[in-house]
Structures are given as C-alpha cells and as structure tokens.
C-alpha cells in the first residue's frame, strides 16, 4: 500500500457528514471579507466606505509577486473597511458589504454546464488563475498563479493532485470529488497546459473508495492523467509525504516541491481554476465542512467568503447546549474559535463542534522519555528537543536541529500520553527563529 515511510498516526476519522451531499448555504445579512486570506502580503483595497459593489467585482488587489486579489462575494454596499477578529484571534482589516440583492459582475459564465476545451496559452492560463484570486484550498492559502510559474532553471515533471483529505471530520473535497469531478479534471489538465507536464496523479485515501472509483472512472477520458489509492494514515496529504507516497521522491530540508519535479495542489483548488479559466468566475465561494458527533446535522455547505461562522452553525441546526470547542479546520491543524462572528476565508475547510467531554485538552505530566513523538514525527524531527529547546528560547539551536522542517501537523501532540504541549512550544520557536533570520538580513 502506498504511503510515505516516516511516523504518521491513524486518529478516529469521524468523518460524520461523508454522505451528505452539498447544500447552498443562504446568503448572509453582512459578509466581511478579509484582505488577508492567502499566504503573502495582503491585498490593497480598491473600493471604499459606501461604494456599491456587484458579487464577483474585484475589491482588492493583490499587487506584490505572492499575494491573491479579493472579490465581493456579494452584491451591496460597502459599510466600512475596518479590523475583524478571523479564526487566528488576531484583527485583520476587512471590507464589510451589507448584502442587498445577489446581482453579478458581467463576464461571469454562471451556467454549469461543462466546458473541456481550453485555447488559452500557458501564460494565458495564470494570468486568469492570478486575475481570479486562486489560491490553495487545502489550508495552506499559497497563490496559485505562482505555483504554476515554474522559476528558470527549474523543471516541472508531475502535476500531484490531493484528494487525500486526511485530517478527521473533513469531508469537503470527499464530497467535490464525488460532485464536481468532471471539473476537478479539466482544472487538472488546464494546470498541466500551464506547467507542461504530460503527468499528473490524483492520490486518494483507501476511506474514500467511492471517490477512488468515480474519479479512475473519469480519468480514463483525461490522457497522462492516473489515480492512486493511498493507506490511511496522517499527514498523508502534506505535500512532501504525498510526493513520497506517489513517486518516491523527498524535497530537500527547506526545499520546494520544484526541486524535485514537482507542483502539488489540491482537488479543490483544481475546480477554482476550472471555474476561474473556463468560466471567469473569481474564488468567492468554497465548500465548508460543518460536523461534529454533538451536531444535529452535520453538512457540507457551499459558502460564501465573508460569511460569519455562526450563519453556518444555524444551517447545520444551530450551536448544542454541551458544545466545549469550536474549531476552524481539522482537529490536528485547525485553531479553536473565541467568537463565532469570524468570517469564512478561501482556507476555511472546516468547522467542528466538540462537546464539553471531547474538548478539554489532557492535564501536563512530566515527560516519560517514550520517544513516541520521535518515532511518529513525518519529518524525522525530535519534538520532544525542540520543546525544549524553544521553551528556553536557545533559538540558534532551533534552527540547528530544523525546527523550520516542523509543518506543524500536531501528530507529536496526539501522541503524546503525557499531555504535553509539544507543538504549542514548538510554534513559538519557530516563530522566534524567523526572526532570528530576518534580523540576520536587516
């Protein structure tokens, strides 16, 4: 069975809302759509206090190389650009539209009927990806566009698609595979076109046989194009584990997919493209997970960007009386919510509800030398080390000992029977040693 070779953990999967087909969430009475929504710099504002905007318009523009454009989710008048808090806990300036009718910009194809030929040049190709404010769906947010520049001196071989959804509970790209599959194929092929790779895999994890059936059943129509069931187990989906899992190739310590061929993204960022290339549609909306084992009725919504994460609670039958946590994301990467007016993002995969009994986190023991985080660490790192070494801010040490490599996937947290906080001490070591190495530039 494929997989990568190093650690990895098998957590419950949970995954309540595979069988729910998605639903078209309402729209909100406000949507806040934040300038800061992809990996890089945030995009400027292009529209102000007042201004009447039509969902689809462009409202911010990403001007620097990695950064993505912002576009009204909504039709309606811009109340106010001003701080919100997002599922981070931190302020970030938003454009906040007061939604009136659902009027779009013109040049939007809104019909869904398939569209496989593309004509467009590979240069042709990313700038529509860049135009429309594509980036990763996977959670990682990096702007499409870029990825598909393939830097000089560089060679693209594979085109990896992630179907693999391995976080717990997540079911978002389960159910766009089984329902958007023929336009999650022609987005693969568009981004071959850009790249010009004749190959392109689709890995898939062993609990999604349904989607490894239907999507192998397309692909015989796509040429260069394969699926590959993958074993179960987590972080099957980080882009360097998925690359060893399919072709047995290992990015360097601090290198890129490029360097060894390859360009990875996600099956939902594969339909954005679609969409932005074959139809002009900018990514203003995504597919959003709502689930938990206390929730009424766990669902997959589309969703706009902008909308309040509570807007998606009532859909799936409002917050339980029991409910302990609510969290953003998967329940190994994702960040507990402390309001629940936060507003849907193009990286929001998920939100789960956890019961007062599910939430709390182990109480701290002192560590009893295990070595279970060293054995399941996918990077080959000694988090148990780095904890340490970040907890006492020995920061060049950090560094030596890769804390970089660290991809924050939180397997040495599930692991660890003593409770300790592992990746949380980690994370500010990371964070410190970025800026050990900024300072050494400045």
Request: aromatic share 4%; hydrophobic share 35%.
């Amino acid at each position: 069975m494929k997989t990568f070779k190093i650690g990895g953990v098998h957590p419950p999967e949970n995954k309540f809302s595979e069988k729910e087909p998605i639903q078209t969430l309402p729209l909100p009475k406000t949507v806040s759509i934040p300038l800061s929504q992809h990996l890089g710099v945030p995009a400027k504002p292009i529209v102000a206090k007042g201004d009447k905007v039509k969902t689809g318009q462009l409202i911010a523009k990403g001007e620097a190389f990695i950064s993505a454009n912002i576009h009204a989710s909504a039709s309606g008048k811009v109340a106010k650009i001003d701080a919100v808090m997002d599922a981070s806990g931190y302020r970030k300036t938003c454009i906040i539209i007061n939604v009136e009718e659902d009027e779009w910009e013109e040049g939007i194809d809104r019909d869904t009927s398939l569209i496989k030929d593309c004509s467009l040049s590979p240069k042709e190709i990313v700038d529509k990806v860049n135009e429309n404010g594509i980036v990763g769906m996977g959670g990682a947010t990096f702007p499409s566009h870029v990825k598909l520049m393939v830097p000089k001196g560089k060679k693209a071989e594979y085109l990896i698609i992630n179907g693999v959804e391995c976080e717990p509970y997540l079911t978002a790209d389960h159910r766009m595979m089984l329902e958007k599959g023929e336009e999650i194929m022609v987005g693969i092929t568009i981004q071959m076109k850009a790249l010009g790779v004749d190959k392109a895999i689709i890995g898939i994890e062993n609990n999604k046989p349904d989607a490894i059936k239907y999507m192998s059943s397309l692909a015989k129509d796509y040429k260069g194009i394969s699926v590959e069931g993958l074993e179960v187990k987590y972080p099957q989906g980080a882009e360097k584990q998925l690359i060893k899992a399919l072709i047995n190739r290992e990015v360097p310590s601090g290198k890129l997919p490029i360097e060894v061929g390859c360009v990875v993204h996600n099956v939902g960022t594969s339909f954005a493209v679609y969409e932005a290339v074959q139809k002009n549609k900018p990514l203003l909306e995504r597919v959003v997970t709502v689930t938990g084992g206390i929730l009424k009725k766990p669902a997959n919504f589309w969703v706009r960007i902008g909308t309040p994460v509570n807007d998606l609670l009532e859909g799936a039958g409002g917050l339980p009386d029991n409910t302990g946590k609510v969290v953003s994301g998967g329940p190994m990467m994702g960040k507990a919510l402390n309001d629940l007016n936060v507003p849907v993002t193009k990286g929001t995969s998920g939100i789960i509800i956890f019961s007062q009994q599910e939430a709390p986190r182990p109480p701290v023991q002192n560590c009893i030398r295990c070595a279970k985080c060293l054995t399941i660490c996918p990077m080959g790192l000694e988090p148990y080390l780095l904890a340490i070494l970040s907890d006492k801010k020995r920061v060049e040490e950090c560094e030596e000992e890769r804390i970089l490599d660290c991809m924050e996937c939180g397997s040495c947290l599930y692991i660890c029977p003593s409770g300790r906080p592992l990746l949380d001490q980690i994370r500010v070591g990371k964070n410190l040693t970025q800026q050990m190495i900024r300072s050494r530039s400045n």
